[in-house]
């Protein structure tokens, strides 16, 4: 059951992104979206992998979770950083 759990945690944080890369492809601008909130996402994922890694904590979908949102989070900033001068 707990395997359960991890997945959807995984799952439901690193895929919450894909609606705003989409609308940024789709409206070649990233006026709306916030870089504040993506680097404080992308810090808080890389502190909470460290904080996993260094507790040695046998957390494996709470490991994936932090490694892939801190994946998300980087390309939403690329696709942030390509849309950013552009307007609808």
Not at 10 to 16: K, N, Y
Not at 40 to 48: A, H, Q, R
Not at 50 to 71: E, H, T
Request: net charge positive; charged share 10%; aromatic share 14%.
């Amino acid at each position: 059951m707990e395997n359960i759990f991890g997945i959807v945690l995984s799952v439901s944080f690193s895929v919450a992104y894909i609606p705003q890369i989409i609308k940024m492809v789709n409206r070649k601008s990233s006026a709306d979206v916030s870089l504040m909130m993506l680097i404080i996402n992308g810090i808080g994922y890389y502190c909470g992998l460290g904080y996993v890694l260094m507790k040695d904590l046998n957390a494996f979908w709470l490991c994936f979770n932090y490694v892939s949102g801190l994946i998300m989070t980087l390309l939403c900033i690329i696709m942030w950083s390509i849309y950013k001068g552009d307007k609808v």
